[in-house]
């Protein structure tokens, strides 16, 4: 038994709860608006109100719509350190500042509610042992898919079973992008061009499609999913510029859309041990799959557990608004633990997992090639693939208009290095002409 | 600010949390094996080992699979009552006595997990009085769709924001019928009879098929979702027996599939007064609608929430396992919070809505029938819905081999007591024959 049960300690129920913003772009405007506008549903919900004391933000000359103008201050240290600040809500962006704000609110004994997915995948450790010294909360909700609630299901709805496996789109700019050359036709560069048009994708659109935007989401939801720490750099991670209308279409024809995803999962190498692989790439999705309907800038989190089964959660993965349904949602569960007592699941990294080198993780290749056109070319290049073990679920092979063979060919699962080794070593035979693509399905 | 915060406890870090189980049938069975089986991870996701203490059985004769015959009472009284028992798992069916037993539980400081829907849809007030009274927690994720995180969504992840609408697929059960029905075309009664067969339907459909076990999650979501309390009876219930495989294939011509959905929403009346509706029935859904491709025994719930916009959960909602994993997630914070301190966020149903009268409802209609064929016919019937003040969005007229008109409305959203009588009043005139059906559509 629990020899001495702490009791429900409802001292502060009624007193309110000091809030500092950091950050006034589009979801910290949002955040703010709503914590005024809903504020005797959050007093109602948190059991006391929740009282902001001040925003700060770069620029203090700006006018600020919807705030009081003596709350706008550009010192965010002397914000987060003022006695009557409970919680402090970082939306500011970027790493190297949030981190050390974000770091010096912990210290101080504020519990910190973050959006940013950069920070929390970069420095994890370092911010987990601050809450962990000061006992206070670090949420980071709204770091992984906006409003789908994909870190408190991880951390809590799924913590009385073993997570297999979690495949996702967590980027919305690149799965509006593909939506646009799978449902349209188009080419990369066209389907970006409207992206950018339409304010998905960003001036610079590096760090959403080279993937490392979602590499960050699949280094959280790999950490939480797993008990164990996997940060961006021990992602693998490829984006969706080299992929192509001609690309498109061929999975099309093979009964696949190309998704970008990122995948964690639980991997056993060949002496027996447990390590976690976490990666982001194109990938060959089965048209039904869950997955592969998710269209125009939506996200989905696809998760297999032992006991739960295949659970999915689909939604807006990103904008102001759903941003700030999640830090809003975690500001309340912060303010919640400030009146009442008790904490939030912390950073809990038990299983200690390895992570395992990318060429251990056994995936599968859809490759897309042009072959010279001569009799036995198809059983000499199925040897090459049966040499190494890798066995071929389907072969595919054509003839264009210009009398050039192509052939597609699916392999079943096979270590990822060796896949890669033949890939290779296809691309040096006299019979291979080209190697058009080799993009992994989803296994 | 908050003066007084209470600080993190690790007073029982590394301390036991006592278990006791009451019910083995398949969830129980599954629960007690899992907790063996992973008890290291319990331990390290909990702070403290996890340790059975008994286990309350019907048939203490009977012999029990997997968990140490000294574990087995027939006295579920005196195995909560014991004092190293700190968390209850309740997991035996019915509402009576397991009321009785979860109250005696919470009434001595014991926390409860139950997956018992009926129960908590039908007694929420007292359980939630008496888990306040002592400082215990109360948590029931099982209770709707078993591993799709509805309870920690709605109670947690969208505390900051607005709910304005939930509706799901809650009964595998009836989605399995009426899914076979849609894909093979079959009637109502061999669809049952192939679910009864494979184990989907109970030999005694009624609670599924007639939409009670519905009604019972839809009042646990409403009651989280708009902080109010809406009972089992407060739910309008129509269940599926009347669907035939003629309004499957009418449904299908218009573009829609048949679901029994569970409807959650805030309504204003005509005095401007807030007030919640929570109803069961068969609903025409949209075939590009999420909800639509929900097949199989599988449950979705569609959530909308201002800030959050629309969210979709989906994944098996029945079975032992998926149920088993809710509840051992329940069990994980319950137990942290016997170690850590804190509590859940408890029942809060501080809106206070009233139950908005079916009536007073905005539906929207999918009428089937049968007409006299004479000139005019349509346009004097169309006068009936104009002068109600019900304006029609599409109107289809055909003409079957026996030269029978047949008329197919689907009307814009408007009252339900409006569109109720007018349907009453149709079936008077002498221009109709017969009406076959009237559905109501996801408005």
Redesign the interface.
């Known amino acids: 038994?629990?020899?001495?049960?702490?009791?429900?300690?409802e001292?502060?129920a009624g007193?309110?709860?000091?809030i500092a913003v950091l950050g006034m772009g589009t979801v910290g405007t949002?955040v703010i608006r709503?914590l005024a506008e809903?504020s005797e549903?959050?007093r109602?919900?948190v059991g006391?109100p929740l009282e902001l004391r001040g925003v700060a933000v770069d620029d203090t000359s700006k006018p600020r719509r919807g705030v009081d103008p003596e709350m706008i201050t550009g010192d965010a240290h002397a914000l987060i350190a003022r006695?009557?600040?409970?919680v402090v809500v970082e939306l500011i962006g970027g790493i190297e500042y949030p981190r050390e704000l974000v770091l010096a609110a912990l210290r101080a004994?504020k519990s910190v509610v973050t959006a940013n997915k950069a920070l929390v995948a970069a420095h994890a450790d370092e911010l987990a042992q601050a809450a962990e010294e000061s006992?206070?909360d670090l949420y980071f909700?709204a770091a992984v898919a906006?409003?789908?609630?994909v870190v408190?299901?991880l951390r809590?709805?799924?913590?009385?079973?073993?997570i297999q496996r979690i495949s996702g789109i967590v980027n919305g700019t690149t799965n509006f992008i593909l939506d646009k050359m799978i449902t349209e036709g188009m080419g990369y560069d066209e389907a970006l061009q409207i992206a950018t048009d339409l304010g998905y994708a960003e001036a610079d659109p590096t760090a959403d499609v080279d993937g490392h935007d979602a590499a960050s989401k699949a280094a959280i939801m790999a950490s939480l999913g797993f008990?164990t720490r996997v940060n961006f750099k021990d992602v693998h991670c490829e984006g969706i510029r080299d992929i192509t209308a001609a690309d498109i279409a061929a999975a099309d024809k093979a009964g696949y859309v190309i998704k970008l995803l990122g995948i964690c999962e639980k991997i056993t190498d060949d002496q027996g041990n447990d390590a976690v692989n976490a990666r982001v790439h194109p990938t060959l999705v089965a048209k039904d799959h869950?997955l592969a309907?998710v269209n125009e800038s939506y996200n989905a989190i696809f998760v297999e557990?032992?006991?739960?089964?295949?659970?999915?959660?689909?939604?807006?993965g990103a904008?102001g608004?759903?941003t700030?349904?999640?830090?809003?949602?975690?500001?309340?569960?912060a303010s919640?633990?400030?009146?009442?007592?008790?904490?939030a699941?912390g950073d809990?990294t038990?299983?200690n997992l390895p992570i395992a080198d990318f060429g251990e993780v056994h995936t599968r290749y859809h490759i897309d090639m042009e072959v010279v056109d001569r009799a036995g070319v198809l059983s000499d290049l199925s040897a090459t693939f049966a040499q190494q073990g890798i066995s071929l679920r389907t072969v595919r092979q054509e003839e264009n208009e210009d009398g050039i063979a192509r052939l597609i060919v699916v392999t079943h699962s096979a270590k990822e290095s060796v896949l890669h080794d033949t890939v290779e070593a296809l691309k040096k035979s006299s019979d291979v002409k080209k190697v058009h693509s080799v993009i992994r399905l989803d296994v």
């Open positions: 038994m629990v020899a001495n049960s702490p009791t429900y300690t001292n502060n007193k309110p709860v000091g949002e709503l809903n549903d959050f109602q919900r006391g006695d009557d600040v409970d004994g006992g206070v909700e906006a409003a789908i609630p408190g299901m809590r709805s799924l913590a009385g079973d073993q008990y869950p309907s557990a032992e006991a739960a089964g295949s659970l999915m959660f689909y939604g807006n904008g608004d759903p700030a349904s999640a830090v809003l949602g975690d500001l309340v569960g919640r633990n400030k009146v009442h007592g008790g904490r699941p809990n038990y299983a």
